[in-house]
Nanobody, 129 residues
Framework: QVTLVESGGGLVQPGGSLRLSCTASQRTFSNYAMGWFRQAPGKEREFVTAISGTGGSTYYAESVKGRFTFSRGNAKNTVYLQMNSLKPEDTAVYYC??????????????????????WGQGTQVTVSS
């Protein structure tokens, strides 16, 4: 069992930045593929970004490409989502997720929340002036 804990959410003005962190309870977490999803009020949860278990491949939704950066930390059991040039439409609860699916499966399904086996509790991000 893997427990994921997100942190770093908060209130930020449009154009500002936030860095979200997701820490896992297991050191072997470094072998898991990871993803971030978000859910705005009244909307379905949507894919934001994902990174392969090796860290060699990173994927982004078109809506965040060029503004968000997903990375693995040196501690290996933490990943980070750097969010720049934030917009009001980025307001949502952000969820970290981990997947132990095969690399082939993950490469073709990283954008689907059904691909992920473990989820954090979420952290609120509000972009407003």
């Amino acid at each position: 069992q893997v427990t994921l804990v997100e942190s770093g959410g908060g209130l930020v003005q449009p154009g500002g930045s936030l860095r979200l962190s997701c820490t896992a309870s297991q050191r072997t977490f470094s072998n898991y593929a990871m993803g971030w999803f978000r859910q705005a009020p009244g909307k379905e949860r949507e894919f934001v970004t994902a990174i392969s278990g090796t860290g060699g491949s990173t994927y982004y939704a078109e809506s965040v490409k060029g503004r968000f950066t997903f990375s693995r930390g040196n501690a290996k059991n933490t990943v980070y989502l750097q969010m720049n040039s934030l917009k009001p439409e980025d307001t949502a609860v952000y969820y970290c997720a981990a997947s132990y699916k095969s690399q082939t499966y993950y490469t073709n399904n990283y954008y689907s929340d059904g691909t992920y086996d473990y989820w954090g509790q979420g952290t609120q991000v509000t972009v407003s002036s």
